[in-house]
């Protein structure tokens, strides 16, 4: 199992460009989540999923999208990019049943906007 | 809305002494994890806790949920120079749903051997 991958590692964007963040998970998790990561602080829930075709707001979810058609897939997709979403993105998935399980950790995606 | 604190921010010691990171939940918990990022790396899930007053133990390290489950702590003894990293708590409120944990802001634990 390859786990939860996303691409890409890295990326530079200019202010108002748009992009995707991809994330796909190969363990069947029901639930899937986006986290964003900026320095010296934890990690704050952006949007999550609780299964295939529903998703959710998080704590911090403006100027960001996601969708879910797949329960392997969980893209975010930035809009108009601002220098404020400058931060470490991290794509995790668990399988809830009773209570919120282990989350598991793709490796992250360094975003930053110029 | 829910709030996780984690003291200290940060703490360096000397490779073989111990460590200890404490964990305050604004709000009765259902239950909470601890996790570890190496440097550059991602959150690595370490353990959860459930019962009120429960301890665990994995080798060196001993995590404590209160008897109020509204605290939570991590003991390292005899700290290596492998434990160096940030090790956040991230909690699930009594009344919240199921997917929900909220983070602390993490203790970077830099050891030096």
């Known amino acids: 199992n390859a786990g939860v991958t996303q691409t890409p590692k890295f990326r530079i964007l200019k202010i108002g460009q748009s992009m995707t963040l991809q994330c796909t998970q190969d363990m069947n998790h029901n639930y899937m989540y986006w986290y964003r990561q900026d320095p010296g602080m934890g990690l704050k829930l952006i949007y999550y999923s609780v299964g295939a075709g529903i998703t959710d707001k998080g704590e911090v979810p403006n100027g960001y999208n996601v969708s879910r058609s797949t329960t392997e897939d969980f893209p975010l997709r930035l809009e108009l990019a601002a220098p404020s979403q400058t931060s470490v993105y991290f794509c995790?998935?668990?399988?809830?049943?009773?209570?919120?399980?282990?989350?598991?950790f793709g490796p992250g995606t360094r975003l930053t906007v110029l | 809305g829910q709030q996780v604190m984690q003291i200290p921010q940060y703490q360096h010691v000397q490779e073989g002494e111990d460590f200890t990171t404490y964990c305050n939940s604004s709000t009765t918990l259902s239950n909470i994890q601890w996790y570890k990022q190496r440097p550059g790396g991602h959150p690595v899930f370490l353990i959860q806790?459930?019962?009120?007053?429960e301890v665990k133990k994995q080798k060196r390290l001993t995590f404590q949920f209160g008897e109020a489950k509204k605290n939570s702590s991590l003991h390292i003894t005899a700290t290596q120079t492998t434990d160096v990293g940030t090790y956040f708590c991230?909690?699930?409120?009594?009344?919240?749903?199921?997917?929900?944990?909220?983070f602390g802001k993490g203790t970077l634990l830099t050891v030096n051997p």
């Open positions: 995790a998935s668990s399988y809830v049943s009773g209570g919120p399980g282990e989350q598991f």
């Open positions: 806790l459930v019962k009120s007053g």
């Open positions: 991230a909690g699930q409120d009594s009344g919240g749903s199921n997917y929900k944990l909220t």
